[in-house]
């Protein structure tokens, strides 16, 4: 039925959802789309944001998005997770692109699977290490390790050789993220990575101190010895 599907959409939009975005995503106008949601309002699945000038609506309980978010319907999920984040991102200036990193980069990291442009990838994998950046400034280091692994799984194939700085930071923020969330095995593998692709002293010493710093986290100092 059409009140599901727009409800799904609206499940990819979050926990709470902003009319007009959903509008755009389902290429509709707002009134229409506002009748759409009436059965999923009359039903109480979901209540408008009671704020001054809000358009936005929320779900009444996580397990309500849950259970809309895996309804089964076309476009598949990662499609509208990825319209979605394309859409914020065209209408996002500097400032609200810095508000809304964490809700782009969790979308594109949803919509992943659906993005084959390489230049597109590029620019994802920018922006996931901005938000892992931010997260880790934020002590939030299990959702950086999700932006940083998110980073290097958009990279293209040929990541090293054609943006190698890029590449190497993700590699390298993640191995200290990962040290931070105690993923003793992922420290190691992503160092050993690291190891291979270092070009220059400098590098080899940053890839060096990481391996000191994991080291001493785990009262192993010798094994860097």
Same mark, same amino acid.
């Given at each position: 039925?059409?009140?599901?599907q ?17 509008? #755009? ?15 999923a ?5 979901v209540?408008? %944001? ?8 929320? =779900? ?13 319907? &076309? ?11 394309? @859409? ?7 400032? +609200?692109l ?7 980069a ?6 992943? !699977?659906r993005? *084959?442009?390489?230049a597109?990838r /590029? +620019?994802? +994998? ?12 934020? $002590? *939030?280091y ?6 940083? #692994?998110?980073?290097?799984? =958009?990279v293209?194939? !040929?990541? /090293?050789?054609?943006? =190698?700085?890029?590449a190497?930071? @993700?590699?390298?923020?993640? +191995?200290?993220?990962a040290?931070?969330?105690?993923? !003793?095995?992922? %420290?190691?593998?992503?160092? #050993?990575? $690291?190891? &291979? ?8 010493l940053? %890839? ?16 860097? &010895?």
């Amino acid at each position: 039925p059409r009140a599901q599907q727009i409800l799904r959409f609206a499940a990819c939009g979050g926990q709470e959802f902003d009319l007009p975005l959903l509008a #755009d995503v389902l290429n509709l106008s707002r009134q229409d789309t506002l009748a759409a949601l009436a059965p999923a309002l009359y039903d109480e699945l979901v209540q408008p %944001v009671r704020a001054a000038s809000s358009m936005s609506f929320r =779900f009444i309980h996580d397990r309500v998005q849950q259970t809309a978010h895996a309804l089964p319907g &076309t476009p598949p999920t990662a499609a509208i997770h990825l319209a979605f984040a394309r @859409l914020l991102l065209v209408n996002a200036s500097p400032e +609200a692109l810095d508000e809304h990193l964490f809700i782009i980069a969790d979308h594109l990291i949803h919509g992943l !699977e659906r993005v *084959a442009d390489e230049a597109d990838r /590029w +620019a994802y +994998a920018r922006l996931q290490f901005r938000a892992g950046i931010k997260a880790k400034a934020a $002590l *939030a280091y299990q959702a950086a390790v999700h932006y940083f #692994d998110a980073g290097i799984a =958009f990279v293209p194939h !040929e990541a /090293w050789a054609q943006d =190698f700085r890029l590449a190497f930071d @993700l590699h390298l923020q993640a +191995a200290e993220v990962a040290d931070l969330t105690n993923a !003793e095995s992922r %420290v190691l593998a992503l160092c #050993d990575e $690291l190891d &291979t692709r270092a070009r220059t002293p400098m590098e080899r010493l940053e %890839v060096f101190f990481r391996r000191i710093l994991f080291a001493n986290h785990q009262g192993d100092l010798a094994a860097v &010895t």
